[in-house]
C-alpha cells in the first residue's frame, strides 16, 4: 500500500484544515487507518483512526471533538477534519495503514506510512 497525505497548511488560531490521505496498490478497504503527528522536538504521536470498514474510531484526548477521521471506500481516500486548531496542532501530520481487525483498532504497529504533510496553526 502506498500512501499520500496532502491538505496541510497555515492557518490562524481556530481556523480549520482538512488532510487527505490518498492509498494506490492494494485496495485500502482491507486496512485500519491512521493519522499521526510530530511536531519539533516531539516524539511522533497518535492523533486518530478508523477501522476498515468505517464503524470504528478512536481519538487521542488532545483531540477529541475538534478533529473527525472519515474514510471513502470508492475514491481510496480517508479524511482528518481539523476544527478550532491550536498552536500546539502544529506538526507534521503522517498517515497510516495496518491490516484491519475485526472489532477492534490500534494507535501501534502500522507497517505502511505517508510522506507527511505540515500543518501550521499561528497563534
Known amino acids: 500500500v502506498q500512501l499520500q497525505a496532502s491538505g496541510g497548511g497555515l492557518v490562524q488560531t481556530g481556523g480549520s484544515l482538512r488532510l487527505s490521505c490518498a492509498s494506490s496498490?492494494?485496495?485500502?478497504?482491507?486496512?485500519?487507518m491512521g493519522w499521526f503527528r510530530r511536531a519539533p522536538g516531539s516524539e511522533r504521536e497518535f492523533v486518530a483512526a478508523?477501522?476498515?470498514?468505517?464503524?470504528?474510531?478512536d481519538y487521542a484526548d488532545s483531540v477529541k471533538g475538534r478533529f473527525t477521521i472519515s474514510r471513502d471506500h470508492a475514491k481510496n481516500t480517508v479524511y482528518l477534519q481539523m476544527n478550532s486548531l491550536k498552536p500546539e496542532d502544529t506538526a507534521v501530520y503522517y498517515c497510516?495503514?495496518?491490516?484491519?481487525?475485526?472489532?477492534?483498532?490500534?494507535?501501534?504497529?502500522?507497517?505502511?506510512w505517508g510522506q507527511g504533510t505540515q500543518v501550521t496553526v499561528s497563534s
Open positions: 497510516a495503514a495496518v491490516w484491519g481487525r475485526i472489532g477492534r483498532i490500534t494507535r501501534t504497529n502500522y507497517d505502511y
Open positions: 496498490g492494494r485496495p485500502s478497504s482491507n486496512y485500519d
Open positions: 478508523i477501522s476498515y470498514g468505517g464503524s470504528i474510531t
